[in-house]
């Protein structure tokens, strides 16, 4: 065995798929797989949390709970793993404390492990909530950093970033490279760093979407970082993450062994060869493009604007909205691009090219994003557009959740006769309309789901990431000029 073996997580029971396929793998089709997947001895396997809880309710008409609790029936031997967004936890606004503290508790409580924490604007306030509750409810805190590119973000800045967060309480420090723009003999060098800076364990989450994600795992394992993440082939590589089973080749015999067994993986790779085919895979995600380095749009944005401009039937304009969204991006302070500020910036930038003027339509998420609803913004803003956006409203200063009263006991009554459980009432918390609906559904002894039909598919690239998305980009709602 390796002295300092590599560990790897596997993503293929959430962010493969996300980023792949809308998010809209079955539960049932991950079931025969677990045993394996079990076996392999994997770090941890990421499986929740993301566009899954969303998407499990609307559209495949699932429990998201239930999910969590059958994986974890079926997987007791490995971590599970679940990416949070701080403060907005798995929905689109910033919610109260007690709600935080009251899902922080309940995904433990129903089978979560390690809790990947991160925030789009890498506003540590937004983060500290989760990162306590967490831990208080003996939780992995995996604290992220999310990775991007600007005139305010340098090496300097992550490492500053990493440390306070170390500083925060994280178990683990992650570098959330959403967009595969960490380029490897950069990853080289922020892990060497970093790895010199900060104490706790780091893990390494990147895409190919780019085309280097593989060389960017290699030279952060050079450089000593302590966990990748990795997707097994059937449905890695493009916008998903580097073949697992290609790491684990490439390090065989060497001191940063994984130590995995090729076979085992094959063998759960054959499973899910069968569920990539059966899902709708647009060919776009699984190609190179290198306008990533220029554009910056991570993957699983990338398969949504796609979606968002079939929809609008303005397919052709795909490269000049690719072109806008940095522009878009400098106006707003260079957030990263990362939920869900990529597709506030994204579908700010669809509207100003499918209107014909920059900012004629800005949407109610880019105003809320500019008055700092969403946090402290990296950069500079263009005043501006600010104006436009907020006219003489006040720029929000202090940790947005502190202006929230408390929530859960709003959400419990709202939800009497309807929630037959705490985690029903939270998930009518994260997503009221889609949660009553499935509740009802379920509450009245559904039917057996039907398969998802390729007009839900389109909607459902646009809402798994942002559900103002569909309702911001429906070609009436325009004419209609519903903003």
């Avoid at 924490?117 to 831990?135: C, S």
């Avoid at 973000?153 to 500083?167: I, P, Q, R």
């Avoid at 907020?390 to 006769?417: C, F, H, N, Q, S």
């Amino acid at each position: 065995m390796a002295k300092n073996p590599l560990k790897i997580t596997d993503t293929i029971l959430r962010d493969a798929h996300q980023s792949q396929a809308a998010t809209r793998m079955r539960t049932e089709e991950m079931i025969p797989a677990c045993k394996i997947l079990d076996s392999i001895g994997y770090w941890s396997l990421e499986c929740w949390g993301g566009a899954t809880f969303d998407v499990c309710m609307r559209f495949l008409n699932e429990d998201p709970w239930e999910r969590l609790r059958t994986l974890k029936q079926h997987m007791p031997n490995t971590k599970l793993q679940m990416l949070l967004r701080g403060q907005n936890i798995l929905g689109y606004k910033h919610y109260a404390d007690d709600v935080v503290e009251a899902f922080c508790r309940k995904s433990i409580e129903n089978g979560i492990d390690v809790v990947r924490i991160f925030d789009a604007l890498n506003d540590t306030r937004n983060m500290e909530a989760a990162m306590k509750f967490v831990k208080e409810y003996g939780g992995l805190a995996e604290a992220a950093i999310s990775y991007t590119q600007s005139p305010v973000h340098n090496e300097d800045y992550f490492v500053k970033l990493a440390m306070k967060l170390e500083k925060m309480g994280a178990d683990t420090i992650a570098i959330k490279d959403m967009a595969n723009l960490l380029l490897p003999y950069d990853a080289y060098s922020l892990v060497k760093k970093l790895k010199e800076n900060v104490g706790v364990p780091i893990h390494l989450h990147t895409h190919n979407t780019t085309g280097t994600g593989d060389m960017t795992n290699l030279m952060a394992a050079q450089a000593g970082v302590d966990i990748v993440d990795c997707a097994l082939s059937p449905l890695a590589n493009g916008t998903s993450q580097p073949a697992t089973e290609s790491m684990v080749a490439t390090l065989k015999g060497t001191s940063r062994d994984t130590g995995l067994d090729l076979e085992k993986l094959s063998k759960a790779a054959e499973h899910f060869r069968k569920v990539a085919d059966e899902l709708d895979i647009d060919a776009k995600v699984l190609s190179v493009d290198t306008n990533t380095l220029l554009y910056q749009v991570p993957g699983g944005m990338l398969s949504n604007l796609i979606s968002q401009l079939k929809q609008a039937n303005a397919e052709d304009k795909y490269y000049e909205v690719l072109a806008e969204i940095p522009r878009v991006r400098k106006d707003f302070g260079y957030p990263p691009l990362v939920t869900p500020t990529s597709q506030i910036v994204g579908t700010q930038a669809v509207l100003n090219i499918l209107s014909g003027e920059r900012y004629k339509m800005i949407t109610k998420e880019s105003k809320g994003l500019l008055r700092g609803e969403y946090g402290q913004l990296p950069g500079e803003v263009n005043e501006e557009v600010r104006r436009k956006a907020i006219g003489d409203d006040e720029v929000i200063t202090v940790r947005p959740a502190d202006l929230l009263e408390p929530e859960m006991e709003k959400y419990r009554e709202e939800t009497k006769g309807l929630a037959k459980s705490e985690e029903d009432v939270l998930s009518y918390a994260l997503f009221p309309q889609v949660a009553e609906k499935f509740l009802t559904w379920r509450n009245n002894g559904g039917e057996q789901a039907e398969k998802v039909t390729e007009a839900a598919v389109a909607t459902a690239a646009v809402a798994a990431v942002n559900p103002a998305a569909v309702r911001t980009l429906i070609v009436e709602d325009m004419t209609n000029g519903n903003f």
